[in-house]
């Protein structure tokens, strides 16, 4: 009895502590005209910058932009104020929409001090993880997946970055027959020993990296590190100086009166841009303590309060010069110069290993790609570009739509391009911005 009792007192002060440290949330969709407004209140303890990179995370993968955000700490508590909008700039509408917000903040807070690790990694039966990183080339995505189809391999998802020469890829596969995760140990070892030689390809020197797992990781977010491992924020050549007018500019200066280093970005909008920016952050192992983030027309202006997590602000030259080639490199990832093509067709096995070997054998290079599959239907995203990474021509789009067609009952939908989109006449074309960065003048904010 004594110790059942003890027991008892052990996990009511297990769940005193955490509910301590778990944030709560607040979703007020009646203060602003234009935005809902997330409030996020945290308690001063450990986690707090996993924490915020995991609401952060959470609303990205809701598809919410963020407008405006303001990120403050008076010593013992942590306030966190997003602004967002849906995908089209609305305010968002509906208890539905509202309600899923607070129920996916809630089940990724309520797993953040104990299940999940600052990678996010879940187990799972279902999928098998591959991660690859290499020198980038035309052709690689439709190696790998010839590779996969031949050791019957059925790609479920799978997401594939390219930048500065380098690519990462997190490929998710199950068993052709099975449908389940990849057990047997030889199969796996076969497997990354053909991706290994793969991503080698002529070139001896140039190893590449494979890495098969059960887990499952917040893809984002382990591309992120993927490509920081490979030192992408390294500058190869004259690499993305045709598109200099796209960079993101990056300072640091340091605040005397508080000992913060002041980090202040000004780059292009964009989708999971401020996710992008704490993924550099927290990698390099600091810790926001206040923050602001406005966007205007086309533009976003961020600024930082930071200390790394030993307390100290950045210190020498060495470090200021790489947390700027991080932090520029984190937001150049994401932001594709390439044409891009959605497809949407009935998902099959060794689909995704055809549609790469069209775009291949008409000479197109993949800059990015998003693969998923819902209710039996592939929907696959790609950005491309020719071979020497210039705008891919009106007849090559004709013509792989003829091929894809060939095997399967395919939507191709050329996005920005309505004369170039081939669909059914119901759809209607998407439209991306594509301009040029516009000079907005923002106004300095000061944290106090």
């Not at 027991?7 to 502590?17: F, H, I, M, R, S």
Request: with cysteine.
């Amino acid at each position: 009895m004594g110790s059942s009792g003890g027991e008892g007192k052990d996990d009511w002060y297990a769940e005193l502590v955490q509910r301590m440290h778990t944030p709560s949330f607040l979703v007020d969709n009646d203060a602003c005209v234009n935005s809902t407004i997330i409030k996020v209140i945290r308690v001063e303890g450990m986690n707090k910058q996993v924490i915020l990179l995991e609401v952060v995370q959470v609303l990205a993968d809701l598809n919410l932009m963020i407008t405006k955000a303001n990120m403050s700490f008076d010593g013992e508590w942590f306030m966190d104020v997003f602004h967002v909008t849906d995908a089209d700039g609305n305010k968002l509408q509906g208890k539905k929409v509202i309600n899923k917000i607070q129920e996916s903040l809630a089940t990724k807070a309520s797993f953040l001090p104990s299940v999940m690790s600052s990678l996010g990694v879940m187990p799972s039966k279902m999928l098998t993880s591959i991660e690859l990183t290499g020198a980038d080339r035309p052709g690689l995505l439709s190696e790998v997946c010839a590779v996969l189809k031949d050791m019957k391999c059925n790609v479920v998802e799978a997401e594939v970055w390219t930048h500065n020469k380098r690519t990462a890829a997190v490929v998710r596969v199950t068993d052709e027959s099975s449908g389940l995760a990849i057990e047997n140990t030889e199969r796996i070892s076969t497997i990354k020993e053909l991706l290994g030689n793969v991503l080698r390809g002529i070139d001896e020197a140039m190893t590449g990296k494979t890495m098969v797992s059960m887990g499952i990781i917040h893809t984002q977010r382990r591309l992120h590190q993927m490509l920081s491992a490979e030192r992408d924020y390294e500058r190869v050549g004259l690499a993305g100086s045709e598109n200099e007018t796209f960079r993101p500019h990056v300072s640091v200066s340091h605040c005397i009166e508080k000992d913060y280093s002041v980090v202040t970005l000004r780059s292009k909008d964009r989708p999971k841009l401020l996710f992008d920016t704490l993924c550099a952050l927290t990698d390099m192992q600091y810790m926001v303590f206040h923050g602001t983030v406005i966007t205007k027309g086309v533009e976003a202006w961020q600024e930082y309060y930071i200390r790394h997590i030993n307390g100290s602000p950045i210190s020498s030259e060495t470090e200021t010069k790489r947390v700027i080639q991080c932090l520029e490199a984190a937001i150049e990832r994401r932001a594709c110069e390439g044409l891009e093509l959605e497809l949407q067709t009935e998902d099959r096995i060794g689909l995704l290993s055809d549609i790469t070997r069209i775009f291949r054998e008409n000479g197109l290079s993949i800059r990015r790609a998003e693969i998923s599959t819902k209710g039996g239907m592939a929907i696959d995203t790609f950005y491309v570009s020719d071979a020497s990474g210039n705008h891919v021509d009106s007849k090559t789009i004709d013509s792989i739509h003829q091929q894809i067609t060939q095997i399967c009952k395919a939507v191709l939908r050329v996005k920005g391009n309505p004369q170039l989109s081939f669909k059914p006449p119901a759809e209607t074309t998407v439209f991306h911005f594509g301009n040029l960065l516009k000079a907005l003048f923002i106004p300095e904010f000061q944290v106090d």
